[in-house]
């Protein structure tokens, strides 16, 4: 008997199985320089190769949005030029030109230090290979295959191998590499499949047949059990089921407290894909859209139109309020098509608004895709790190000619749209009261807020122990805001991290928080936390 310790809980449960260990096919390509005259050929055999991939692509995007991307991923013009320079000018043949394009992307992506951003490298991967499996004429592995229960052990897991996944067989997964904002991680959460990621060194300690006990949420691997271990663990497994079920069952209950006052519960999302699956919690709404997702993604700053598909389908997905963040860019957020200077401190640097304000052209067609999304559902604008009354009232300003804008081309849009900000800078807090005469809500970022009032960078490990929101000063400036928007009676929300810890509710369901937003994962907890404390359970 072994146990491992894990840190990275993709998705909380138990699971009692055997192993399978899901090994991947060696997709190396044979590397050979070409003639002149095989140029032709080779890009053809590239073309040919992408059609197929397209055509898969197609059908399952049909089921699945995850694909929709990939599909713009491998018809990517950037791609092919990429392809076609490898082969017409490095005489390199189809294989390895398509090899290296795609690695090249990859490592665009996963330089980033934004978590989210760098796991979108596996995407471009997941594409990746499945052209290399069609020059090289073999078949991917099926996870769909698998005929028993089974706990899935694999270096990582794609896209690809995920919508496979048949939750009668597929009891837990393990994977070598990977985060917790990963495809594997998304999708497992979403099915319910108890999942670790990012777990070193498991491949070589586990094979198939192996008997595993796991607890993701408690982040424990045990490799072969003993028989008392194994029972035990059958036990909190049936406990951790009871549990989930009763949580599901508190889903309708509304979060009222004793003076008549009802809590939102809302989430956090980065595409209209995190609604669709967030929508069996039963949210109150989104409290935050991270929209420089849709940025980042991209090959180039995506259009009005092309943004206002996106609010769209959100705007129809969320019945409920829908909270769309304009872009916070800067600070670990780049973006792979446009060159940020350097920064001697990024975070303190050209951020968020600042970008936004500077580069008035690219906020309107933001603020107009935004505007006209608000005619499909309860739309609300919020921008982040403000740190000036003027500086609210000039985004607002650019909201109101973009208004303007719109009624004269006959475009519609809800003419009383929301206009509130984050909550995140010390100034906001400072100054708080005059912001809560001008804004129409207010959301408290507890991300940066901690790492702004406590000078303590939110991303740097030496000093994680320093980074708390627990601090005296983080809970005294939360309840200053808090006071501060009831004073002019607009709500307070929160977005930032501390809003799906349960340790947190009493304190800030006691400060008067309006609405708590997080990621979905947390919803059922914070929940039935709220109902505990307002005695509705
Ligand atoms: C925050 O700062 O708390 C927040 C929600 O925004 P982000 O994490 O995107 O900076
Ligand atoms: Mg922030």
Redesign the pocket.
Same mark, same amino acid.
């Given at each position: 008997m072994e146990k491992v310790y894990v840190s990275k809980t993709a998705s909380r449960g138990i699971a009692v199985a055997k192993i399978y260990k899901y090994e991947e096919l060696d997709l190396s390509p044979v590397q050979c320089k070409i003639p002149e005259q095989d140029k032709e050929g080779q890009v053809s055999q590239f073309l040919d190769a992408r059609e197929s991939v397209r055509a898969e692509l197609e059908k399952l995007a049909v089921t699945n949005e995850i694909f929709s991307a990939h599909l713009e991923m491998v018809m990517d013009f950037t791609l092919e030029d990429s392809v076609k320079s490898k082969i017409n000018n490095d005489a390199e043949n189809a294989e390895s030109a398509v090899s290296e394009a795609i690695a090249e992307v990859a490592a665009v992506f996963e330089m980033m230090d934004d978590e989210y951003m760098k796991e979108r490298a596996a995407d471009i991967q997941d594409v990746g290979k499945r052209l290399m499996a069609q020059l090289k004429g073999v078949q991917l592995p099926d996870i769909g295959n698998l005929q028993e229960e089974a706990i899935i052990l694999a270096k990582d897991l794609f896209p690809s191998d995920t919508v496979k996944i048949n939750t009668d067989y597929v009891k837990g997964i393990i994977t070598e590499e990977g985060g917790v904002t990963s495809h594997v991680s998304i999708i497992a959460k979403n099915l319910g499949i108890p999942t670790l990621v990012g777990v070193k060194g498991i491949l070589g300690k586990l094979n198939t047949g192996d008997t595993v006990c796991m607890d993701a949420g408690e982040g424990v691997i045990i490799i072969s059990p003993e028989e008392a271990v194994l029972n035990e663990y059958k036990q909190k497994k049936q406990e951790y089921e009871d549990e989930k079920q009763r949580l599901e069952k508190l889903r309708d209950k509304p979060v009222i407290t004793k003076d008549g006052k009802k809590i939102s519960l809302c989430v $956090?999302v980065g595409n209209a894909e995190d609604i669709e699956r967030a929508l069996p919690v039963k949210m109150d709404g989104v409290g /935050?859209f %991270?929209s !420089?997702l849709l940025y980042m993604e991209n090959t180039h700053f995506p259009t009005e139109e092309e943004q206002f598909q996106v609010y769209k389908r959100a705007a129809e997905l969320c019945t409920q309020e829908l909270t769309i %963040?304009t872009l916070?860019i800067g600070?670990d957020k780049e973006l792979p098509y446009f060159e940020f200077e350097k920064e001697d401190n990024p975070f303190l640097g050209w951020r968020a608004i600042r970008i936004s304000l500077d580069m008035k052209e690219m906020f309107k067609e933001q603020l107009r895709a935004i505007l006209r999304a608000s005619a499909f559902g309860n739309v609300r604008i919020m921008f982040?790190m403000i740190i000036s009354v003027e500086e609210l009232r000039e985004a607002k300003a650019v909201v109101e000619e973009c208004k303007k804008e719109l009624r004269e081309e006959g475009k519609e849009f809800c003419e009383n749209i929301e206009t509130g900000m984050?909550m !995140?800078t010390p100034a906001s807090v400072l100054l708080a009261e005059e912001f809560a005469k001008e804004a129409d809500f207010f959301?408290?970022?507890? $991300?940066? /807020?901690t790492q702004y009032l406590l000078a303590v960078d939110r991303g740097n490990k030496k000093i994680a122990d320093k980074y708390s929101y627990f601090h005296p000063a983080v809970l005294s400036a939360i309840k200053h805001i808090i006071d501060a928007a009831h004073k002019e009676n607009i709500k307070a929300g929160m977005?930032? !991290?501390m809003a799906g810890d349960v340790k947190a509710a009493e304190i800030l369901l006691g400060y008067g928080l309006d609405e708590f937003s997080m990621s979905a994962g947390s919803v059922d907890y914070i929940r039935e936390e709220l109902l505990k404390l307002t005695g509705n359970i």
């Open positions: $956090n /935050l %991270r !420089e %963040r916070d600070g982040p984050m !995140e959301s408290i970022g507890t $991300n940066d /807020l977005c930032g !991290e």
